[in-house]
């Protein structure tokens, strides 16, 4: 089974603080991964995407990957009362063209 | 319309009805999938389609059934469900990169907020 893990929280995170989200992934082969925002009720949103070692940066966000390691976070800087949502993370295994494999998700909190 | 569009976007039905979730997507991608969304659990793939075929099955109960009569439609046949089907189910599209491990991700759809009574 190639599993996504994520800490399902809830993390909470004062406004303007740095929110980090963390996932690891268990298939080695996996290039491909991408963070997606999902609000209450609403439809996962694709925020970041990476595919090499290192940081990844847009805007408040870095992406960051660590293969050796098996890990892949996401930090969120100047935290805003609106980037209170759940966080799902996804890596595409070896060999799947398509198929992207999702974490259950961590729920952020940003106190005003 | 753009991107991808669901509907209906809620649907009560009873463990005997029959009723079909429907997907259109207007991005021009060539792979469409169904997810399912339950409660703390991750998305879990159900169906996969590649240029109007279905490249995968996740093992899914044949009273889900699926319909890409192109690449830009996608349905899900639902009949005889029961109560433990209740979830959101989502439709995603992208665009195939095969071979190039290329950094393409999925568009969702709205979703349908299902449940079976």
């Known amino acids: 089974q190639k599993e996504v893990e994520q800490n399902s929280g809830p993390l909470s995170v004062p406004e303007g603080a740095i929110a980090s989200l963390n996932c690891t992934y268990s298939d080695r082969g996996s290039q491909s991964f991408f963070w997606y925002r999902q609000y209450s009720g609403k439809s996962p949103e694709l925020i970041m995407s990476i595919y090499s070692n290192g940081d990844k940066e847009d805007g408040r966000f870095t992406a960051q990957l660590n293969k050796a390691s098996q890990y892949v976070s996401l930090l969120i800087r100047d935290s805003q009362p609106s980037d209170s949502a759940t966080y799902l993370c996804a890596g595409r295994p070896e060999g799947s063209a398509r198929q992207l494999t999702f974490g259950s998700g961590t729920q952020l909190t940003v106190l005003p | 319309e753009t991107g991808v569009t669901q509907t209906p976007r809620h649907l009560v039905m009873g463990m005997t009805n029959k009723k079909s979730l429907k997907c259109e997507q207007h991005?021009?991608?060539?792979?469409m999938y169904w997810y399912k969304q339950s409660a703390k659990k991750p998305l879990e793939l159900m169906f996969v389609?590649?240029?109007?075929?279905?490249?995968e099955n996740n093992s899914v109960p044949s009273r889900f059934s699926p319909e890409c009569p192109n690449s830009s439609h996608l349905f899900l046949h639902l009949h005889t469900l029961q109560p433990e089907d209740s979830a959101l189910y989502l439709c995603a599209s992208s665009q195939d990169l095969a071979g190039t491990g290329g950094l393409d991700g999925y568009t969702f759809g709205s979703g349908t907020r299902l449940t079976v009574v």
């Open positions: 991005l021009g991608h060539n792979a």
């Open positions: 389609y590649n240029f109007k075929e279905q490249t």
